[in-house]
């Protein structure tokens, strides 16, 4: 079965580094001209956010974003090695994260990571279902728990 390349756009944080992101990410890049783009939006606390004080959560959403990109160019598709991956470290609402990604960066599809609903600001804010309705594209919603070591894919 011959795969088309894909352009896939990624929003995730603290669930960046989670192992079905991973493997299902490099599952949907399974051809050499797929591309991928991971944005890290800078999460910050009210107070920082108020104060225009975003450099500890621009650096800590870097360092997962890095870790993420690493993780990805070393899997193992097949003998011509990783996916290729770039990232970026974004906005902090995750909608407008997706909308400036999207302005230089023509995604065939969204994959938004959230933590399980009991733990997701995101889903309690309703993030993936805006995003499948604001930006008319396939959205994947993958589920990272990691304090279970529990991770899992939502029906698109």
């Given at each position: ?75 193992e598709l097949d003998p011509r090695g990783g996916v290729r991956a ?71």
């Open positions: 079965m011959v795969r088309t390349p894909q352009r896939i756009l990624v929003v995730a944080n603290e669930t960046v580094g989670g192992q079905v992101l991973i493997e299902s990410l490099a599952e949907l890049a399974a051809t050499s001209d797929s591309e991928v783009l991971v944005v890290a939006p800078a999460l910050n606390s009210r107070l920082a956010y108020w104060t225009s004080n975003d450099t500890a959560a621009r650096r800590a959403a870097g360092r997962r974003l890095s870790d993420c990109i690493e993780r990805l160019t070393a899997a770039e990232g970026l470290v974004g906005d902090s609402d995750p909608l407008c994260a997706i909308e400036d990604a999207l302005r230089m960066f023509a995604a065939d599809q969204i994959v938004i990571a959230t933590h399980p609903e009991r733990r997701s600001n995101w889903l309690a804010r309703d993030i993936v279902e805006r995003a499948r309705t604001r930006f008319g594209r396939p959205v994947l919603h993958i589920v990272v728990d990691l304090e279970h070591a529990a991770e899992y894919l939502v029906a698109a």
